[in-house]
């Protein structure tokens, strides 16, 4: 069975400042990998994924991640937070089986506040 | 991407009744999903919504109290069937789109925040 452990369910930063979320995930194969952001009262909007192939991947609103599969880890990161970007953060994973029938696994998620 | 609209955007029920989410795509999808977000949690899969067929639930969730239809491609209803405070939730779908299937990108709906009083 898969799982994702993001730590710290709260992170602060000051607005410039660089952004880090750690997300962890536990899987017998590399599966894909994703980051999804939560605004206020809103549905899950699909931030980057990790397929296959390059293991920097970029993102919108300037957010990339790196997958490292010797660390198990996929972190988001961001050079320089913005207050927009306050919102809460969810790394999610899929089995590596194709097909697109499976439902995601996510992590607890980080509320990410953004201090002026 | 696939546009996703849910109905209603929230309500608030007595404990004993049913509701019935509607979760309606602008565009034929492979898979169809329902989570269940709980307050200050993170999202738990309910079920994958089968066309034509019964919806296949997780562990911990069962069709008596989560029943799922989906009679076509676009389209999908969940019901949560005899109400408790326990249910107060944010209730998401999402979809899998037929280029994003490979690797099971989705894509959600706004959600439908419950309140069971």
């Known amino acids: 069975a898969q799982s994702v452990t993001q730590l710290g369910s709260h992170v602060s930063v000051s607005e410039g400042a660089l952004v880090l979320l750690r997300c962890n995930y536990s899987?017998?194969?590399?599966?894909?990998l994703f980051w999804y952001v939560q605004y206020p009262n809103q549905g899950l909007q699909l931030l980057l994924k990790y397929t296959t192939g390059a293991t920097l991947v970029k993102g919108i609103n300037g957010f990339e991640a790196e997958f490292k599969k010797s660390e198990t880890s996929f972190h988001l990161t961001k050079p320089s937070a913005h207050m927009s970007d306050a919102a809460e953060y969810f790394c999610?994973?899929?089995?590596?089986?194709?097909?697109?029938?499976?439902?995601?696994?996510f992590g607890k998620g980080t509320h990410l506040i953004i201090q002026p | 991407s696939a546009v996703i609209s849910q109905k209603p955007s929230r309500d608030i029920c007595q404990r004993g009744t049913s509701l019935t989410i509607q979760c309606q795509v602008d565009?034929?999808?492979?898979?169809m999903f329902w989570y269940r977000q709980q307050p200050g949690q993170s999202l738990t899969l309910i079920a994958t919504?089968?066309?034509?067929?019964?919806?296949?639930?997780e562990s911990g969730f069962v069709i008596d109290k989560f029943p799922i239809s989906r009679p076509n491609l676009t389209f999908s209803t969940l019901t949560v069937s005899n109400m408790s405070p326990e249910d107060s939730s944010i209730y998401l779908c999402?979809?899998?789109?037929?280029?994003?299937?490979?690797?099971?990108?989705?894509?959600f709906g706004p959600g439908t925040r419950l309140t069971v009083l």
């Open positions: 919504a089968n066309q034509g067929s019964e919806a296949t639930y």
């Open positions: 999610a994973v899929s089995p590596f089986s194709g097909g697109g029938a499976d439902g995601l696994t």
């Open positions: 565009s034929q999808v492979t898979m």
């Open positions: 999402s979809v899998t789109s037929r280029e994003a299937s490979s690797y099971n990108e989705q894509f």
């Open positions: 899987s017998s194969v590399p599966p894909y």
